[in-house]
Every structure is written in structure tokens, then in C-alpha cells.
């Protein structure tokens, strides 16, 4: 089982650049979700979906968009890059709200230079 | 945004010995999550905590959620190498399509 797959594994960036983190997941799931984790700062969330067509922002949102086209991809697009969005990003998703696992992708580490 | 702060930030320990990470929140949480990541890779789910007072084991790892469900433990009886990585606490956020809030995580490095 592929699980949630994410591409690219890692991504060098300069300053105003822009890229699309792409993820996918195949156990049809309506939840998915964008976080990016720094050093010492746990997870973040920047962006969820509740299903095709819908999403929202998360905590830190600032420069980044998403959108939902179908249940199985979530890309999030990076526009105008920055050294502040140097991190690590991962995507998950879950089958239904409240106590259900989250599945995690492997993450994408990006570096803005 | 629900804060959880996790103790100790780094532990390093030897092979056999027993160690506590501590999860503590001033809100009230409907469930508590803890996920296990290693280098490289994205978090795995360990457990999940619902009702105040619970104590689940899995091996020789002890998790509790605290009776007025705020706080959280995790034991680890005889720490082994493989015991090796970040452990973070989770609770869901009911405002933000029950996205995970983290606490900030715990580094354990057990060593032989």
C-alpha cells in the first residue's frame, strides 16, 4: 500500500522562486492536511481540507495556497519563496474527524537560500 | 490554538533504564494523541487517549491521560536503542477540521 505519498523528497529554492509540493494519498480519505515542522517546534499546521473542493487555513498560512480538486491529491504551491519557509513539510490524512490516526507522509525539506 | 507543552525536550539515557515524558496542557482535550517520528520520516501514530483517567500499554511502553484529560504521560520501562527518536503528544483542534495541534517533542536517544 502506497499510504500518502509526497514528491519531491528534498528541494533547494532561491529567494522568490516558486514550487508545488505535491501529495497523494490512495486509502480515500476526505482529511488532509499540510503542516511543516521546524527544529525544536513541532508540527504546524498551514492548511486542511475537508473533502474535494474545500479548504481552509491553518496557523501559518503566510505564502503558501492549496488547492483540492479531487479526494486524493492536496498540492500545496509556494509562491515567491523565502528563507523563513525553510522547513521540513508534511501532508497527512486521516478517514474521519476525532480520534482517528493521521497518516503521514515522508516530507519534503526544503531549503530557501 | 490549544497549546501542549512537552518535558523533557532531550533525553538521553542508557540501555535499561526507565523514562517518563510528561504532556501538559492548560485546556481540556477530547482525545490525546502520541506519535513516534524518526529521522527522515513522517509521525507514526502510537496511541490514542479518550477517556480521562485511561491507561493504555503497548509492550513496554505506559501511556495515562490525565483524570480532568489536560495532561498526558508516556513510560518507557527498559529503554532499548530502538526506543530511539521524537515523541510527540497530540490533541485535536475541533476548529481546524481535527488538524493535530503538537506539542514541540521530546528527543530520545537511547544508547547500547
Known sequence: NAGVTQTPKFRILKIGQSMTLQCAQDMNHNYMYWYRQDPGMGLKLIYYSVGAGITDKGEVPNGYNVSRSTTEDFPLRLELAAPSQTSVYFCASTKAPQFYEQYFGPGTRLTVT | ?112
Open chain 2, 1 to 112: 490554538t490549544q497549546l501542549l507543552e512537552q518535558s523533557p525536550q532531550f533525553l538521553s539515557i542508557q540501555e535499561g533504564e526507565n523514562l517518563t515524558v510528561y504532556c501538559n496542557s492548560s485546556s481540556v482535550f477530547s482525545s490525546l494523541q502520541w506519535y513516534r517520528q524518526e529521522p527522515g520520516e513522517g509521525p507514526v501514530l502510537l496511541v490514542t487517549v479518550v477517556t480521562g483517567g485511561e491507561v493504555k500499554k503497548l509492550k513496554r511502553l505506559t501511556f495515562q491521560f490525565g483524570d480532568a484529560r489536560k495532561d498526558s504521560s508516556l513510560h518507557i520501562t527498559a529503554a532499548q536503542p530502538g526506543d530511539t527518536g521524537l515523541y510527540l503528544c497530540a490533541g485535536e483542534d475541533s476548529n481546524s477540521g481535527y488538524a493535530l495541534n503538537f506539542g514541540k517533542g521530546t528527543s530520545l536517544l537511547v544508547t547500547p
